[in-house]
């Protein structure tokens, strides 16, 4: 071989570099582009971190109300029951973050519910009155457009009830509801299969016969429950009270007649309240409220299984 052929440039190193070079820069492409997701997935948990912070910022009491006279604002809305915002957790957490705050001239129930669970409600009204007790803080409710069963049972812990001549007021009765399939059960030809250790464990099985014992107890039951609250009603109501056959039976009334029944004490709204009665305008929301991460939490949580133990759960109810 001569010294000339031996320095001819070899064919095949070229596309070698050619493919060295493709390499490298896909391969700093692909640097540059993870670290661009990196970076993206960063900002994302960041601004989620920074919604669940400013949530949670957002349900503290304002600092500023420590010194600013104001009327404290606590709200029932919808059912009360241990896994509502209507719980008795979040609204003895917000009473006493009212009763507690220095500037509260009064603390004011603002409740629009059908009633609920008469456990709940009991919780509440005897926490407003230990509060009451030691604060020495007046507290009113101002109903909106419902305030039955347990909500009322709730609202007679007040000083002073006001409503809306228009607002459904009353209800003080206890059921406990559910169906019997049985008929249904013998026309499809299905068989009732229930085992129990304790004669009564099957106690108002819905697919089961009625059974007159069962039934005999739970009214003995639901009776008990009722007689607990009229005696709350007639503790918080006095002798503002005018009662009748019907105070205690079920019935509820409009707002107007509750006032002349004795029932609530005076027509009139949160702000007339705050403006005329307590004397200090400004209105401070105590009420707890679901922050994001509950949110998230119930959402691809705690609600998978709701449904499955809602149908299973017997319920006695204020409503």
């Known amino acids: 071989m001569s010294a000339a052929d031996s320095q001819a440039p070899d064919p ?50 304002a600092t500023h109300s420590q010194v600013m006279p104001h009327t404290a604002l606590v709200e029932v809305r919808g059912e009360i029951g241990a896994d509502t915002e209507a719980s008795a957790d979040n609204l003895m957490t917000a009473l006493r973050s009212a009763f507690e705050d220095q500037g509260a001239q009064a603390v004011v129930l603002r409740i629009n519910s059908p009633g609920g669970s008469p456990v709940q409600a009991g919780l509440v009204n005897d926490e407003i009155r230990r509060l009451k007790a030691l604060h020495k803080k007046k507290v009113y409710a101002v ?11 709730i609202a007679v812990a007040a000083d002073d009830v006001y409503v809306d001549k228009a607002s459904m007021v009353g209800s003080i009765g206890v059921l406990m509801d559910g169906f019997g ?11 009732r299969r229930l085992l129990t250790a304790g004669a009564n464990k099957g106690m108002l099985d819905p697919y089961s016969p009625r059974n007159t014992t069962h039934e005999a107890y739970a009214q003995a039951m639901l009776d008990q429950i009722h007689q607990q609250f009229i005696q709350v009603v007639r503790t918080g109501r006095g002798k503002r009270l005018k009662e009748s056959p019907e105070t205690f039976s079920g019935l509820f009334w409009n707002g107007q007649q509750a006032v002349a029944l004795g029932l609530a004490d005076h027509l009139g709204s949160l702000d007339m309240l705050a ?45």
Request: aromatic share 12%; proline share 1%.
């Open 181 to 191: 399939f049985t008929g249904i059960m013998e026309k499809a030809g299905v068989e």
């Open 275 to 319: 403006r005329d009665v307590v004397k200090a305008e400004d209105i401070i929301d105590y009420t707890q409220k679901e922050n994001l991460a509950e949110r998230l939490a119930k959402r691809f949580g705690a609600a998978f299984g709701a449904g499955a133990v809602q149908a299973m759960r017997a319920s006695v109810s204020l409503r």
């Open 143 to 153: 109903c909106e457009e419902m305030c039955a069963s347990a909500a009322y049972y």
């Open 12 to 61: 095949t190193s070229g596309t070698q570099n050619a493919f060295l070079n493709e390499f490298a820069r896909a391969y700093l492409a692909q640097q540059r582009s993870d670290r661009r997701w990196r970076w993206f997935w960063r900002l994302v948990w960041l601004v989620v971190a920074g919604s669940m912070v400013w949530a949670t910022l957002q349900n503290m009491p």
